[in-house]
């Protein structure tokens, strides 16, 4: 086993709060809400309708055309992780893209009678992957993931091991979804979605001790990850370390929550180990936190099991009161915000969150940013099947920050 | 790609589970092949090829499992049964493992799109309000995945890859990749893709000059030295090397041979093994004959013109994430038992390139099998070694 630094070198963002990372950060520091009524296609009756669209976006952009309104998003976010990565690189650049429903529509196209959209030999994932490669004229390995709403993480997971393992030197850990009636009739049905209640309209508030569902929200985020070496060789700024990572599945159920949080406390561990950090080392957590009534207790459980009563110095937060849940993207969107975090030293709030469950006995960033020494961050992602996946980031150079710029 | 990773501890073939068209574990696979291996020379007019996708046959998965679940897709059927016999093949007693320490890589193209298809239907028909929540639960493509975690208590590293027709290597490689690096005892790898035949009929239809696609599923137990010694089990032999890449974007056969050799001579390097080492090679074949990726599987063998190679590909069918671990599961019994499953030659002369030459159903040769597979976006070679 290596011990190759794998470094973060450049990020892109597509969300409900803009394009970009720069929107995207500052819409986090605001404390901006990105959600609203649903309108890329009718309700058909679903009480739910509270959800985060990328507004203002050029899907028909002639170099998309062929891609999934997913995947455009993807192929935006992937262009501005690789600014300034030289083109005499990408020969082996590795891509690794992880989305709940990848083509969906494409896919239902072709089950309604229609023609298959990709190769005879491929697959609808795999297929768009390659085809995102190849127009970033990436030609190294292409990976697809799909974990539900653990992918995002699990792309930036198995970048990391394929570079340190030496499949790589560099690549994209690119999480991506979309909204489609599809997969909105079937999200609707499980029930975890945020519906208005005693006169109040719908909204995520994570933690809070009222929240009652998440909302779903599309985009994608990418993180351009490379070997230090290859980095420094190249000139590029390094933004942070991807330190560690671990992904596992609870193994208990396909839909029900893991109440005790023991397989998120387990990916958890995993990441630390990976990164050779104590609990203790760890100085802020971006929480998975979807507001769901089981999901935040069950992680507030796993975070107590893994810090213990380091916990209780440990700001967390969670982004999806302003951005809803990104399902694929939303690990990658949370590891942008982190990498943010590092650099920056701010800690964005945790949107929506009023009245903090007294279940949920963690330290939340409430009501404005909070400036922080940050040398170490972990984010949390966890999705349906049971799939967790938890991933450490450190500052480049190993100390806390402490200029709160 | 400059060294080769080093490899604390060996990784080990422990148990083997394939469910194809033609047999129901692997030493039945094997003899089925030869007993159809009727090429003999290199004479592509004599090939017997399946003219219709390759289903499996009807089978109860209560033989396989004792756990009674009231909705499976095909592909979670299919994937549960091979697994289960992976399992039951390595002798894994639940008290002997961690299930902390033990994962899944997994690895499927399609999805579960029959289950897709039924929700599709159901909310055209009823209406996104009473789109059912089981339908949509068992449509997710990590559905599978998640099932094989359930049944058999794999809570350790989990993966699942829905790549091309090659993404079975990548979960080879994945588990490798966690074994070595010491996150896991023993991982289940593998991959299925199951639809029903009517979508397969149609997928295939659009692109006549593929092999017919198949459904299929093949899983290997791989497992660490320590992890097989403590326990007493047994070890069919060793995955010593997995590599997957990239094509770097070639569409020539020329260029993708290239890499294809690349991962070639990564993979022997990777296992410490040099070319006189391999005593068969098992092919994924491309699912078109006549593809830039057919001649470059040729091209990037010509150094291995001697030695026997097997496909199961014409006699399964192109069964798309099962390809690669299916091979690898062929060649792992041949290197355990020390024979060549089948004599079969696949592939005549393709403009003036010989591109398979004919195996001789003799004692393996070798200490070693190459496992290879190559697809316009990617290539892969695996190496397996006799004990």
Known sequence: MTTTRVCVTGMGAVCCLGVGVDALWEGLRRGACGLGPLTRFALGGVPYGLAGQVEGFDTEADESRGLSRGARFALRACREALAGFPQECRRRLAVVTGSNFGPQEAIVSLLAGGEAPWPAASGPFGAEAAALAGRLDAGGLVASLSLSCASGNAAIAHLLELIRYGRAEAGLACGYDSLDRFSWAGLSALRVMAAPRGGRPAGVRPFDRARNGTAFSEGAGCLLLETEEHARERGAAILAVVAGAGVNNNACHLTHSDEEGSGLAHAMQMALDDAGLEPSDVDHVNAHGTATKLNDVAEARALAAVFDDALAGIPVTSIKGSIGHAMGAAGSLEAIACVRTLTRGIIPPTVGLETRDPDCAVDVVQGAVRRADVSAVLNNAAGIGGANAAVVFRRADGHRNGEGK | ?387
């Not at chain 2, 080990?12 to 090429?39: H, K, P, Q």
């Not at chain 2, 994937?79 to 499927?108: K, S, T, W």
């Not at chain 2, 997995?242 to 974007?249: F, L, N, P, Q």
């Not at chain 2, 041979?257 to 074949?285: H, K, P, R, T, Y």
Request: glycine share 10%; proline share 6%.
């Open chain 2, 1 to 387: 790609m400059e060294e080769a990773p080093v490899h604390p501890d060996r990784v080990y073939v422990s148990g083997m589970g394939v469910l194809t068209g033609l047999a129901d574990n692997v030493e039945d696979l094997a003899r089925v092949l030869a007993e159809r291996s009727i090429v003999r020379r290199t004479d592509r007019t004599q090939r017997e090829l399946p003219r219709r996708p390759l289903l499996l046959p009807p089978f109860d998965l209560a033989d396989f499992l004792e756990t009674r679940r009231p909705y499976l897709d095909t592909q979670s059927r299919c994937a549960l049964a091979a697994a289960a016999m992976a399992l039951d093949n390595a002798a894994v007693e639940p008290d002997e493992v961690d299930p902390l320490l033990c994962g899944l890589h997994y690895a499927n193209s399609l999805g579960n799109l029959d289950t897709l298809e039924a929700f599709r239907r159901a909310v055209d028909e009823k209406g996104m309000r009473l789109a059912s929540p089981v339908l949509f639960s068992h449509a997710y493509p990590n559905t599978t995945a998640s099932l094989l975690a359930i049944e058999f208590a794999l809570a350790g590293v989990h993966q699942n890859v829905c790549g091309g027709r090659l993404c079975g290597a990548q979960a080879l490689q994945g588990a490798l990749m966690a074994l070595d690096a010491g996150q896991a005892d023993m991982i289940l790898a593998g991959g299925a893709d199951a639809v029903a035949p009517e979508l397969l009929e149609r997928m295939w239809q659009g692109a006549p000059g593929n092999l017919p696609p198949g459904q299929a599923a093949a899983f290997l137990v791989l497992e660490t030295q320590d992890s097989v010694e403590r326990r007493e089990g047994y070890a069919f032999c060793e995955l010593a090397s997995v590599v997957c890449m990239g094509t770097g974007g070639a569409a020539t056969a020329a260029g993708m041979a290239e890499a294809l050799e690349a991962a070639v001579d990564a993979a022997i390097a990777e296992a410490a093994m040099w070319d006189g080492d391999v005593g068969l090679v098992a092919c994924c074949g491309a699912p078109a004959e006549d593809s830039p990726a057919a001649q470059a599987e040729g091209l990037a063998l010509r150094r291995f013109s001697q030695v026997p190679k097997v496909g199961a590909a014409p006699f399964v069918g192109n069964v798309f994430a099962a390809s690669f671990p299916l091979e690898c599961a062929l060649a792992a019994e041949a290197v355990s038992s020390g024979r060549v499953p089948a004599d079969v030659v696949l592939w005549g002369e393709k403009g003036g390139v010989e591109v398979w030459v004919e195996g001789r159903p003799e004692p393996l040769l070798g200490g070693a099998a190459l496992v290879v597979g190559c697809s316009p976006e990617e290539v892969a070679a695996a190496v397996l070694v006799a004990m």
